[in-house]
């Protein structure tokens, strides 16, 4: 590959495209730590309380006609900016996802559904995945459904991820 094209060899991946790339004997951990902090801050969230979780498990989010409407540019914006963090944080894919569903008319009740994601990256900043080396090469798969649990249009949830070993390659959330 050398003969084809231009290479040159800068040292060890440690950062790149937001990742933050840390390796070891043991493998290599992929964080989004200095984007979260930036997203955080941007959003002016910085120094308020953690959410334990990403989302309430006591509120659905529904399709809100009569409720306040909140600045549609802003909402995006939140939204996109966690949906590019979903890289190495599979654990808010499903609240982001749903949060998501509601950006052509998001109200007050769905702002605030997408800043208590925020509120939970703020506390887990050092989140991330690890890829172990190992010679377990096994494929596994894993997948649920909640079967007509939206309320509005009673259509499912699904969600699925997959691994080679231990190490999680692919994940999905999809309505």
């Not at 959410?51 to 399709?63: D, F, Q």
């Not at 944080?89 to 007050?108: L, T, Y």
Request: contains cysteine.
């Amino acid at each position: 590959m050398k003969k084809m094209f231009e290479v040159s060899m800068n040292g060890e991946l440690s950062y790149f495209l937001g990742l933050q790339v840390q390796q070891s004997d043991r493998g290599m951990f992929v964080s989004q730590t200095k984007y979260t902090k930036e997203l955080v801050k941007k959003f002016g969230l910085d120094g308020k309380s953690h959410a334990k979780t990403p989302a309430s498990i006591s509120m659905k989010l529904l399709v809100n006609l009569t409720g306040n409407s909140v600045d549609q540019t802003l909402y995006r914006s939140m939204i996109g900016n966690l949906l590019y963090l979903t890289t190495s944080r599979p654990d808010i894919s499903f609240s982001v996802g749903v949060c998501d569903s509601f950006q052509v008319n998001s109200k007050e009740s769905h702002l605030t559904a997408v800043k208590r994601v925020i509120h939970y990256v703020n506390g887990t900043v050092n989140y991330g995945i690890w890829y172990f080396r190992s010679t377990n090469l096994n494929l596994e798969g894993y997948s649920d459904a909640d079967w007509a649990g939206c309320a509005d249009d009673r259509k499912s949830a699904s969600g699925g991820c997959f691994y080679v070993g231990t190490n999680l390659m692919a994940s999905l959330s999809k309505k």
